[in-house]
């Protein structure tokens, strides 16, 4: 293993760092605003002579994709079923919910799970509510099982009645619920309290290819 540049070694240390704070790998633009670095290509450039070195491995489909080599470890997350971002969209029951029951698992790294193991699933996106927070159509939502969430957190609710499941920001209102999209031009959903349940909060987004 060759000795790093002075411009590696403060890519490393940023990305550590970023990682014990924050709990997640920083992106590539990150990079380059921590570390001073002039384009998105020099920051390519120098991730790839760590890789290639063994100090990293990088997940070019995964947003964030970014592992340490001497921290993380991947996870086996089971994708679950489909969420909508938009309009609710029905799910077969409440026991699809059950990941037990997932044939389709998504590897991922601990740092994408902000190092929790137990109670992640992921969720297929369906809809472009929530474009304005990075979250669009045919990504992918890793969740954290829930059953409560702060108002602003993105949630995967359950509407009992519609037997409807969609993917929102929450937020608690004098005796209702607001279901806000991150979209400007999508008005949000006013649900009554217990009409509702939370099924999870999002950790972390895999962007689709291309996307």
């Not at 969740?143 to 009645?161: C, F, P, S």
């Not at 619920?177 to 009554?192: C, D, G, K, T, W």
């Amino acid at each position: 293993m060759r000795k790093l540049s002075s411009k590696q070694q403060d890519i490393l240390d940023f990305i550590r760092q970023f990682l014990e704070e924050r709990g997640y790998p920083p992106t590539i633009r990150d990079i380059v605003a921590g570390c001073g670095i002039s384009s998105t290509s020099v920051v390519d450039y120098h991730l790839a002579i760590l890789e290639k070195e063994g100090h990293l491995r990088r997940h070019p489909e995964i947003s964030r994709g970014i592992e340490l080599s001497d921290r993380s470890h991947n996870i086996l997350v089971p994708v679950i079923g489909q969420i909508a971002a938009g309009q609710p969209i029905p799910v077969p029951a409440p026991d699809a919910w059950d990941n037990t029951a997932s044939a389709e698992v998504l590897e991922v790294t601990e740092g994408m799970t902000r190092g929790r193991r137990e109670g992640i699933y992921a969720l297929k996106v369906k809809g472009s509510s929530m474009i304005d927070a990075l979250i669009d159509d045919g990504d992918i939502v890793l969740m954290q099982y829930v059953n409560t969430v702060e108002n602003g957190e993105t949630a995967a609710v359950w509407l009992k009645a519609e037997k409807e499941a969609t993917l929102k920001k929450f937020y608690a209102e004098a005796g209702r619920i607001r279901l806000q999209p991150a979209n400007s031009q999508m008005p949000p959903i006013f649900v009554e309290p217990e009409n509702i349940e939370i099924q999870g909060k999002v950790i972390a987004v895999i962007r689709k290819l291309g996307g």
